[in-house]
């Protein structure tokens, strides 16, 4: 299984030391990989839950594209990258989570 440590040391840290808390980016990182972590979307209230194992690849690949994409050193880009917890927070993960096709969806709305 992974763990959080292995979610922090793929991520793609920014240069500016502000933005890569490590204590809130854990707290986002349990949230969101055991209940699911609440987020709003035109009055409608979805929970967007990962594993553990999806993050840490999620991580990963931003990390490739981070690395790779920028037309500037890798060093000049990440000042760039937004902080990890930020990351988890909008939700950035998911453009990174390889989805397995299901034909069961479950959706929770909360009102």
């Known amino acids: 299984m992974a ?8 991520y793609p840290h920014c240069t500016n030391p502000r933005r890569s808390k490590k204590v809130i980016t854990r707290g986002v990182f349990k ?4 209940t699911g972590r609440k987020f709003n979307v ?4 979805l929970y967007i839950r990962a594993t553990p194992e999806q993050l840490v690849a999620a ?16 060093s000049e ?7 990890a917890s930020v990351w ?16 069961e969806v479950k959706i929770r709305i909360v009102k």
């Open 77 to 83: 880009a990440r000042k760039y990258v937004p902080g």
């Open 3 to 10: 763990t959080f440590e292995e979610f922090w040391d793929a």
């Open 42 to 45: 035109e009055g409608i209230s």
């Open 59 to 74: 991580a990963k690949a931003y990390a490739e594209d981070v690395d790779r994409d920028y037309e500037v050193p890798s």
């Open 88 to 103: 988890l927070n909008q939700s950035r993960h998911s453009e990174w989570i390889e989805e397995e096709e299901t034909e």
């Open 31 to 34: 949230q969101i990989t055991t």
